[in-house]
Nanobody, 117 residues
Framework: QVQLVESGGGLVQAGGSLRLSCAASGRTFSSSAMGWFRQGPGKEREFVAGVNWSGGYRSYVDSVKGRFTISRDNAKNTLYLQMNSLKPEDTAVYYC??????????WGQGTQVTVSS
């Protein structure tokens, strides 16, 4: 079981940058594929970016390709999401979890990202 705490969100103007962090506890983090997900106002939660256990393979939803970078530090049990060139449509609560999330997955509190135009 991995427990997750997201941080790093905030209010930023369009075109700005933020770096999200996800601190994980549990012995399975370093051997698990992880992902970032987001839920915008009135929308369902969606996949944003994923990384395999070693960090050698990454995937992104089309809308963030070229702007977001997912990475991980297994020694620190931490997952990151570098977000550049932010757009108002990136406004959402961002969550990290195993990728794919297991059925009935437990979610952290997330971190709010608000991008003003």
């Amino acid at each position: 079981q991995v427990q997750l705490v997201e941080s790093g969100g905030g209010l930023v103007q369009a075109g700005g940058s933020l770096r999200l962090s996800c601190a994980a506890s549990g012995r399975t983090f370093s051997s698990s594929a992880m992902g970032w997900f987001r839920q915008g106002p009135g929308k369902e939660r969606e996949f944003v970016a994923g990384v395999n256990w070693s960090g050698g393979y990454r995937s992104y939803v089309d809308s963030v390709k070229g702007r977001f970078t997912i990475s991980r530090d297994n020694a620190k049990n931490t997952l990151y999401l570098q977000m550049n060139s932010l757009k108002p449509e990136d406004t959402a609560v961002y969550y990290c979890n195993l990728n794919p999330p297991p059925p009935r997955a437990s979610w952290g509190q997330g971190t709010q990202v608000t991008v003003s135009s």
